[in-house]
């Protein structure tokens, strides 16, 4: 028996091989973004742009490696989005504190994770979400990735008037790409070709380069720059601070439940969840996102959560660990081969993502829609994480709504005692925070 065999059980999870690194690759490709997006957000706070790429990269790549070899999973970890602007907008420059601080933060709020984990009690919430509701959150996060996508191929704008609005698509290449990406992605899904994804990415970049709406870098290769800058470099004068224990608590509630939220809906999405609706080797996958988060905070960035694009993967065939040892590869090697990954354009990678959010929004139809006190959570998990544009926002709406209508229509007995503590969790920390 090979080693990947053994490791990965590739046979036991019907993949191959060639199926995991093209999942990896394509989960790559979506998630690709956050090597620039996330240093451009931090480097607000003072820190230095090239480190915090290579920060972004290790980071990233530590901790999908623990996923696959703790959890074995096809799920890919990166400093979070939403993450990194309250690190900046709220943390920093809204605080008026050092961005030194801010890393304590991250750090004390990522050991505080690895400790619920070891007990179990991570475990335990992520299990305990009835199963409807995990049908909710997976598909709340479907339409969450595709309103993503929209947005990132210039469809869906903002509006002063409405919020929200269709963008002109009169002499908008990169709109009109996107919805070309989109069409050729669905109908090489009807011809079930392997990767339609990755070839919609690959075939909207090339055009992009030929249009003349992306330049093509002087050269593929650099040189890392240092990380000495931001490596290691913590400030604890304000760790009696009780304005520090609120930053933690912020930071330690949002990744905890869009990690719960990710993990929930990915393995759904592929199947992982057992006949309870349950997620084998939650732990491994927990353990994973916490270390990861205590790791990035030693490298320099702001805290590692689960990506929701790693559905992308999934959606091409990814089924194990050796989908992230893909992507972990990948992230390593972008830290010299940045100019080729900053070719990629949004609308390359928007008709993908918009195509997984439809691909995660098929399990609505498994929805119980004769039961109130189901449906009604579930659906508010649904509407609320694109809305709000927040995973943990959504599964907020969804345990409290359940809980109380369980309660109000005398089927409370049928709520875990978790799932109370939640609610109340969640009931407070509006009130308070």
Do not use: H
């Not at 008026?96 to 801010?102: E, I, Y």
């Not at 991570?122 to 199963?131: G, L, S, Y």
Request: glycine share 10%; net charge neutral; aromatic share 10%.
């Amino acid at each position: 028996m090979s080693f990947l065999e053994k490791q990965f059980k590739l046979k036991e999870n019907k993949t191959t091989v060639k199926t995991e690194l093209l999942a990896g690759l394509t989960t790559f490709m979506t998630m690709a973004y956050i090597i620039f997006v996330n240093p451009g957000i931090l480097s607000q706070t003072g820190m230095p742009f090239d480190s915090l790429m290579v920060a972004t990269c290790l980071s990233a790549a530590i901790a999908t490696f623990l996923m696959a070899f703790l959890a074995n999973y096809p799920i890919a970890l990166a400093p979070g989005m939403g993450l990194n602007a309250f690190f900046t907008f709220s943390v920093v420059i809204g605080m008026k504190l050092s961005w030194k601080v801010a890393l304590l933060a991250v750090f004390v709020e990522g050991f505080i994770f690895i400790v619920l984990t070891l007990t179990k009690v991570r475990e335990e919430i992520v299990n305990t979400i009835p199963k409807t509701l995990k049908i909710g959150i997976a598909s709340g996060i479907g339409l969450f990735i595709a309103f993503i996508g929209l947005q990132g191929g210039g469809i869906i704008v903002n509006s002063d008037a409405t919020l929200l609005t269709l963008g002109s698509l009169k002499n908008n290449v990169p709109a009109i790409l996107t919805l070309c990406g989109l069409a050729l992605i669905v109908v090489l899904e009807c011809f079930r070709v392997t990767g339609a994804l990755l070839i919609g990415i690959v075939v909207i970049t090339v055009v992009s380069v030929g249009l003349g709406t992306v330049s093509l870098p002087a050269s593929l290769v650099s040189s890392p720059p240092s990380l000495a800058p931001i490596f290691w470099q913590f400030d604890f004068s304000m760790i009696a601070n009780l304005d520090f224990w609120v930053i933690v608590f912020t930071f330690f509630f949002v990744d905890f439940f869009d990690t719960v939220g990710t993990l929930v809906g990915v393995c759904n999405r592929s199947g992982m969840l057992d006949s309870q609706g349950r997620l084998p080797n939650a732990k491994g996958a927990l353990l994973a996102d916490a270390i990861g988060t205590v790791a990035g905070s030693v490298l320099g960035t702001s805290t590692v959560t689960s990506y929701v694009e790693s559905a992308s993967g999934v959606a091409q065939g990814g089924r194990t660990g050796l989908t992230s040892i893909a992507v972990g590869v990948l992230f390593l090697l972008a830290i010299f081969f940045s100019p080729l990954v900053a070719i990629v354009p949004s609308c390359a990678t928007a008709p993908a993502l918009i195509m997984v959010g439809i691909y995660m929004m098929m399990g609505l139809r498994d929805l119980n829609y004769e039961e109130w006190t189901d449906l009604v959570p579930a659906m508010l998990s649904f509407f609320m994480m694109p809305l709000s544009y927040s995973i943990a926002t959504g599964i907020e709406f969804g345990i409290v709504s359940c809980v109380l209508l369980k309660l109000l229509t005398g089927k409370g007995k049928s709520v875990s005692w978790v799932m109370y503590a939640l609610a109340v969790l969640f009931i407070l920390k509006e009130a308070l925070v």
